[in-house]
């Protein structure tokens, strides 16, 4: 039976359990559960690696709360790829997506200001961001 089909079939607590120590097929579906719990037993697990995290971020899928969960962590805003993903996916929470914005390079900077997905204060923050770099320049 494919997995997609057993989660269906799954009651809370055994989603809970795969999403904690099932693999990275399982935490990818389970992390975009409607249920809270679910979703963030998922995106705690401690079988998650870094690359996993970086394609969830991207991911329009995630609720807010699990894209807020990610921009705190220490351990996750140490890639780039990551911080990239938070702040250009448009689901993100702005607080989260400012926070990180001075990491971004010149021509994320760039591509970011230019993107119809992103809220409008981001845009101009990525640009006022960007002109003060060409400026050092």
């Given amino acids: 039976k494919p997995l997609m089909f057993r989660i269906k079939d799954m009651t809370m607590g055994q989603k809970i359990r795969l999403a904690v120590v099932g693999n990275a097929a399982a935490r990818a579906m389970l992390i ?13 697990s ?3 690696t870094e690359n996993e995290v970086a394609g969830m971020v991207r991911s329009r899928e995630l609720s807010e709360d699990i894209l807020r969960y990610f921009g705190h962590r220490k351990e996750w805003m140490r890639s780039y790829d990551i911080k990239r993903g938070l702040i250009f996916n448009p689901k993100t929470p702005s607080a ?8 971004l390079r010149a021509n ?3 591509t970011l200001t230019k993107s119809r997905d992103v809220p409008g204060p981001l845009k101009r923050m990525a640009g006022q961001r960007l002109a003060k770099k060409t400026k050092k320049t």
């Fill in 96 to 103: 989260v997506s400012s926070k990180w914005l001075a990491h």
């Fill in 32 to 44: 975009r559960e409607p249920n809270k719990l679910v979703a963030m037993s998922a995106a705690s």
């Fill in 108 to 110: 994320d900077l760039k």
């Fill in 46 to 48: 401690p079988k998650l």
